[in-house]
């Protein structure tokens, strides 16, 4: 019987969402590294200045904070410090975790490794502690992490776990089986960290539906997690279709490459999805796709609005 409403365009802006300790604002952004969005991905209908550090990190900026989130989750984060400054001005503190051979770091001009960051909204979070993991494949590190924290909401005492992590990108059937890997890790990861609270857990998964990581996860009998977005759907029983249809649409040499990687997953039972932001369409998104002056990143931002059952603390 539980409906989502879904946002669009019409609620951007913080005017209709006023954080409640019994809600929970969830934004999810792989905000595209600086040093590989300019240098590496070769978007080849974005202009340059586009990609331009001085304007495109205010756009950036605008694109987090229109949304007023209460925890935000990013990916490719090669000026941490910068965003820490901006968003602190905003209300909010915010934890980094760099990869470990980050590619940035090859890069003529870089800014040091990528990685992934949480910020929360200071005056409603107090911090419980902060976890990390170079997430392991075959019990082998990979380069790939996961940033964890433990926060609790001031006002209730109410506890909740977020995770954000970056798999594996690139395709193919061998890069699926390890990034299945670095999930099941990602999970033990979590179970190991997260007791009782609720947990969420987004990120650029770098896998489709499809991909065997996706049941992985929404079988976990321990953590017992559905995905956001498939959960504000109810047009198939099954929860890779209503996924929505992309959240990165690019054009590179290769072609043009449009699918849903990105994911806000979240216990079952404690949190319940109450709307979720819509994606652009095709239209707002235009021919030549993204990055572009309109959306500073090739990827789309998830934002999920929960609300919290009731009180699960240690
Ligand atoms: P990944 O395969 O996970 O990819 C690294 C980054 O590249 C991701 O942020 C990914 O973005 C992006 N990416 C994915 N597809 C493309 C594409 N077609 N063109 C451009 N960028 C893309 O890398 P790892 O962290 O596992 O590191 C391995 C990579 O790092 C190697 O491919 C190598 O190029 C580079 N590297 C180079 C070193 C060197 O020069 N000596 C040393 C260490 C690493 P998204 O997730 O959004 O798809
Ligand atoms: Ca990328």
């Known amino acids: 019987g539980f409906k989502c409403r879904k946002l669009n365009a019409v609620t951007k802006g913080c005017s209709d969402y006023v954080s409640s300790p019994y809600s929970l604002r969830v934004f999810q952004w792989n905000i595209l590294s600086q040093a ?15 990609l331009e550090w001085n304007s495109r990190k205010f756009r950036i900026i605008e694109e987090i904070v229109e949304y007023c989130p209460d925890i935000i989750c990013l990916q490719e984060v090669d000026h941490f410090n910068f ?5 602190g001005t905003q209300g ?5 975790y760099p990869k470990p051979d980050s590619p940035c770091v090859y890069i003529s001009g870089n800014n040091g490794p990528d990685g992934c ?6 005056n409603k979070f107090d911090v419980i502690n902060i976890e990390s993991r170079i997430l392991e494949i075959w019990r082998v590190q990979s380069n790939q992490v996961a940033l964890l924290a433990n926060l609790r909401i001031k006002e209730t005492g109410q506890e909740v776990c977020v995770t954000t992590t970056h798999l594996k990108a690139r395709q193919g059937a061998f890069l699926s089986t390890l990034r299945n ?16 609270r609720p947990v ?8 489709e539906p499809i991909e065997p990581i996706y049941s992985t996860i929404l079988s976990d009998e321990y953590l017992n997690l559905g995905s956001a977005y498939a959960d504000c759907d109810s047009s198939s029983a099954n929860s890779a279709a209503r996924e929505p249809p992309y959240t990165t649409w690019k054009i590179r040499d290769e072609g043009e ?9 979240y216990k079952k039972g404690c949190l319940e999805v109450e709307a979720v932001l819509e994606l652009p369409t095709g239209e707002e998104i235009g021919e030549d796709r993204v990055p572009s002056f309109s959306y500073p990143s090739d990827h789309f931002s ?11 603390t240690l």
């Not at 890997?181 to 009782?196: A, I, N, R, T, W």
């Open 36 to 50: 590989l969005g300019q240098m590496n991905d070769h978007f080849v209908k974005c202009p340059d200045e586009a």
């Open 83 to 87: 965003l820490k400054y901006i968003l």
């Open 92 to 96: 909010y503190t915010g934890v980094f």
């Open 117 to 122: 960051a949480i910020f929360y909204r200071t």
């Open 181 to 196: 890997e670095q999930g099941k890790d990602l999970l033990q990861f979590v179970s190991q960290h997260c007791g009782p």
């Open 200 to 207: 969420v857990i987004c990120g650029d998964f770098n896998a």
């Open 257 to 265: 490459v449009c699918h849903t990687i990105d994911y806000i997953f």
């Open 302 to 312: 998830l934002v999920c609005d929960f609300k919290i059952g009731q009180k699960a």
